[in-house]
């Protein structure tokens, strides 16, 4: 995904509905300082988001875990 398209995926997402998905699947943010991104993890699922900003994280996230259960 190219970075206009994510970002732009980025801003069409309400904070609400981010709050909602990361109480709905049980979302941990962690910031990983050797890197400088965040990690966004479920304990509903495997799947694991990275960005550079929280939010992105979880948009990462939400991404990853709509892919695996499209399998």
């Given at each position: 995904m190219s970075d206009l398209h994510e970002m732009a995926?980025?801003?069409k997402r309400s904070d609400v509905s981010l709050m909602n998905f990361m109480q709905?699947?049980?979302v941990s943010v962690m910031y990983v300082?050797?890197?400088r991104r965040w990690t966004a993890k479920s304990t509903d699922s495997l799947a694991e988001g990275i960005g550079k900003s929280v939010?992105?994280?979880i948009i990462d996230l939400e991404r990853r875990?709509?892919?695996r259960?499209?399998?």
């Open positions: 995926e980025e801003r709905n699947n049980r300082g050797d890197t939010r992105a994280a875990m709509r892919e259960s499209t399998i």
